[in-house]
């Protein structure tokens, strides 16, 4: 490990200047924002350690002054670990030094180092349901487990509207339990190809997941050859949205034969972990009036601060317009999901399947219908919680580990 070095100071101007002309630079701050909230909160315990995170408590990332202070972290992290927080060019990601110093706050934060989690681009093309699409680079990040590896690895699949960096704390739960991890940047935010804020169909969220999944798979393939380590099981993991048609959709669509990726195919009978997976919204007034209110010029411009702990973004009505879009333009595709599952066509794995049972939002009984169809393949966990409850990184935590610890001991009984 190398010696630290002393802060660096930079200027800021050209920086404030260059980040004031790009309105979209919000949807890359709100994740470091985050990460210094976290940082915040933290006790005194790790915050004098080799690197100093403490002296970042102050911080807000609201200002660009702020800005100077964070690079300077991270150039100093860098020397601490003797190498770049990340073996990409910056230029070739989207607000590159952000993302850098996003991950160095992280790493620091977690007592982590860049050799431990790297990421990479992966192309996504083919077909699913006779449905040609688009095809699109798809941004991952590989976390290795901490400690003894139980070899098994984790895909994870995140909701609309967030990125993989909003995921590191239950991933890092997963690797502590002996997990290795991937996880992905959907079309709809981060670095991957897309729009922010959109989707373009169910399939395509589908399409990019058994991408991902088999890249992850052929990566793991090649080491096994190269190292002769032992085979690892694959496991998804998807949340709301990227629950349903991204990891769901994936693994119906893939099992039937329906899904046809360009190069390596995507491994059939997977099993998965789904968080309130979004196959419709809870009936009832509440979801109306939010409706109603999403579509309010006036109300839709308003913008709504959040709590990181609550995750209430998608509670806002500007954030809840897209996602009621997105949400409409994957349900032609995720009936066509529900429909097969209905005959009998689902997927071969087994699901764990985590829900709020008071949530209003995302049904609930959808879920108990989806776990009912399954027969013995399918786990339900409903929960006495509302939709704010489940958003939290401790429920994350907490239940998404129950989850792929019932899939790996249920495995275990199957002699698999």
């Known amino acids: ?22 309105p979209e630079m919000d949807l890359h701050l709100d994740p470091l ?24 408590r102050s911080l807000g990332a609201t200002h660009f002054d702020d800005f100077g202070q964070l690079l300077a972290f991270k150039a100093d992290c860098e020397a601490i670990w003797g190498r770049s927080v990340t073996q990409l060019e910056l230029s070739r990601l989207q607000h590159g030094d952000v993302f850098a110093i996003h991950k160095a706050v992280a790493l620091a934060r977690l007592g982590r180092s860049p050799e431990d989690v790297t990421e990479g681009f992966c192309t996504a093309s083919g077909s699913v349901g006779g449905v040609r699409l688009e095809p699109r680079e798809i941004f991952w ?73 088999a890249y992850a798979h052929s990566l793991l393939e090649r080491e096994k050859d190269d190292h002769g380590d032992e085979p690892k099981e694959l496991i998804l993991v998807g949340k709301a949205l990227g629950a349903s048609a991204g990891a769901l959709c994936a693994m119906v669509m893939n099992d039937s034969g329906e899904l046809k990726l360009d190069g390596r195919p995507m491994p059939q009978g997977l099993s998965g972990v789904l968080l309130s997976p979004w196959l419709a919204a809870t009936p009832g007034m509440v979801n109306r009036l939010r409706k109603l209110a999403s579509r309010v010029p006036l109300i839709n411009r308003v913008a709504v601060g959040h709590d990181y702990q609550t995750t209430l973004r998608l509670d806002t009505p500007r954030a809840l317009q897209t996602t009621l879009k997105a949400v409409e333009q994957a349900k032609q595709d995720l009936d066509k999901v529900i429909d097969r599952i209905a005959r009998g066509r689902g997927p071969n794995g087994r699901l764990y399947i985590i829900h709020g049972a008071r949530d209003r939002l995302v049904d609930p009984d959808k879920s108990v219908w989806l776990a009912s169809s399954l027969g013995n393949r399918g786990i339900l966990r409903l929960v006495d919680a509302r939709y704010s409850d489940v958003q939290r990184d401790s429920f994350m935590r907490d239940y998404v580990m129950d989850g792929l610890n019932a899939i790996v001991t249920q495995g275990i009984r199957d002699g698999h």
């Open 1 to 22: 490990m190398g010696r630290a070095a002393c802060p660096q100071e930079y200027d800021v101007a050209p920086l404030a200047s260059y980040l004031k002309t790009r």
């Open 141 to 213: 990040q590989r976390f290795k487990p901490v400690g003894i590896a139980n070899h098994r690895v984790v895909v994870v699949s995140p909701r609309f509207g967030e990125t993989g960096r909003s995921y590191y704390d239950l991933i890092q739960t997963i690797n502590e339990a002996g997990f290795e991890a991937f996880v992905m940047d959907h079309q709809w935010a981060g670095q991957s190809d897309g729009k922010p804020g959109q989707l373009d169909r169910g399939y395509g969220a589908g399409r990019d997941v058994a991408a991902m999944v």
């Open 33 to 56: 924002r985050d990460e210094l909230m976290r940082v915040r909160v933290l006790g005194g315990e790790g915050l004098d350690g080799s690197i100093p995170i403490g002296r970042l």
